[in-house]
Every structure is written in structure tokens, then in C-alpha cells.
């Protein structure tokens, strides 16, 4: 096999993922030399994975490449970083430049909220849902105002940073309302008197609690996604899924 790989330029990339690939009847020993060998061909080439840089996903993506045994070393952290022991380098980006910085190219895949993605309308595909960062985009009003239906938000103003999703939302209900967009601290807005009600991600309920909010509408379910597009080449084609079978056995571990 080695000759043969060796001695044969055209189409050697393809032959080796394709062997890779199609192996379900090879021991793992042969797996493994095949993924092994086409590290070895592709040397220097690495996936770029977008990641949040801070905020509720970034722990958690981190610690889901961890778990893959992919090591991203620690200490200060720069925009890029490539992992120790994988052809994988992670660039930390905020949560809503992940879908464009896909879609343009900058990052071969991102790992992002879904909410994130419905948001941005970027050309990116659903590559894996990832079970965790789990929220809910939804509608909050006033504890004390009597709600009946969504016909409610007929004529009122609502704050959000999501226009998008909520704007779909809204047609699509024949609701006419006066879309604010704030960025952060978007509970506060009917407390300041800035908007008659809120649109934003709800984990546990306990931020609109506190001020004195209550959810009427669950708009969006949301969790973290891994999102690419057809455009990878077959080089780092071969290196995803790897990295999926890692992500898949990670999840098969803790179900």
C-alpha cells in the first residue's frame, strides 16, 4: 500500500480519503495507518475551527475538544492557536462574526449557537448538533400585564438583538410591532420604559425573573452547532471527519 501510494501523484489525496472513508470492513489497525498516512500527506495543512472567545460557549467548546483529545494549549490566548497533538487550529472570534467568518472562507468550520446562525442567514450548513449551550429565543413582557395570545404585540415596541429571527416571526404571525434593536442588557428595556416588551435567549429564566419579567413565547430552540460549507477541499475534508467521529464518540460516551 505504501508503494503504491507513494509512486502514484494523481489523485493521491482522493485514493487515501476514499480508502479511509470506505474502510467499514477494515480492522482498526488499518484505520488507523490509513488516517495516519494521510496526516502524513497532508502535513501543514490544518482545519481552522472557529470558536466564541468568551461568553456561555466558549467553555464548553473548549472542553468538547478536550474531551476529543485535541490539546489547545492554555496560557494567554491569541486570536489563533494551533492544537498540539492535531492538524487543528482554533481562531477565537465573538459569537455572531462565526457564521460570516464561515461562510467567507476565513474559518473552514465554527462552532456557534443556532441562534446565531438563523440570525445571520449566512450560506452555511448544519455539519452536527452538539447538545449543549442549550437556550430558547423568546418573547418577555411585564410580569403584571395580563396576556392572552401573541396578538398582544399588535402596535407595541419590542428590544432585541435578534431583528432577524424576530422580524420572521412576526410576519409570519401577521404581527405589525416596533422592532428596537439594542445590543446587551436587553431585559431592561421595559423597565426604563425603552420598549413594551423584550425578545431575547432564555436559559434558566432567572435574568427576567429578577427583573420582573415573565416568558408568553418560545420563538427559537437553540443549541451549539458545528457549521461548514461544501467548499472544504478534500485535504481538510479528511481531517472533519475525524474530528466529527471524535465529536460522535465524545457524545456516545455521555449518553
Not at 475538544?65 to 489547545?72: A, D, F, N, V, Y
Request: proline share 4%; glycine share 8%.
Amino acid at each position: 500500500i505504501i508503494i503504491f501510494l507513494t509512486n502514484n501523484s494523481v489523485g493521491i489525496d482522493d485514493i487515501v480519503y476514499t480508502l479511509y472513508n470506505d474502510n467499514k470492513g477494515l480492522p482498526n489497525t488499518v484505520s488507523l495507518f490509513l488516517f495516519g498516512f494521510y496526516l502524513l500527506k497532508t502535513l501543514g495543512v490544518m482545519l481552522r475551527i472557529a470558536i466564541q472567545s468568551k461568553g456561555r460557549l466558549y467553555e464548553e467548546s473548549m472542553a468538547l475538544l478536550e474531551e476529543s483529545g485535541i490539546k489547545i494549549p492554555g496560557g494567554k490566548r491569541t486570536l489563533l492557536v494551533p492544537a498540539r497533538n492535531f492538524p487543528v487550529e482554533v481562531l477565537f472570534l465573538r459569537d455572531d462574526d462565526i457564521p460570516e467568518s464561515v461562510a467567507s472562507g476565513v474559518a473552514d468550520v465554527g462552532i456557534v449557537g443556532l441562534n446565531e446562525v438563523m440570525e445571520k442567514c449566512c450560506p452555511v450548513g448544519i455539519l452536527k448538533k452538539l447538545g449543549f449551550g442549550k437556550c430558547r429565543l423568546s418573547l418577555a413582557i411585564p410580569q403584571d400585564i395580563d396576556y392572552q395570545d401573541r396578538n398582544w404585540f399588535s402596535g407595541k415596541k419590542i428590544a432585541t438583538s435578534y431583528p432577524g429571527i424576530l422580524s420572521d416571526y412576526l410576519h409570519k404571525n401577521g404581527i405589525v410591532s416596533d422592532i428596537h434593536v439594542i445590543t446587551g442588557s436587553v431585559e431592561i428595556a421595559p423597565g426604563i420604559r425603552l420598549a413594551d416588551a423584550i425578545f431575547d435567549i432564555v436559559s434558566s429564566g432567572s435574568t427576567l425573573v429578577s427583573n420582573r419579567l415573565k416568558e408568553v413565547e418560545t420563538v427559537v430552540e437553540s443549541e451549539a452547532v458545528l457549521i461548514g460549507t461544501d467548499s472544504i477541499s478534500p485535504e481538510k475534508r479528511g481531517i472533519l471527519d475525524e474530528l466529527l467521529f471524535r465529536f460522535d464518540s465524545v457524545q456516545a460516551a455521555d449518553d
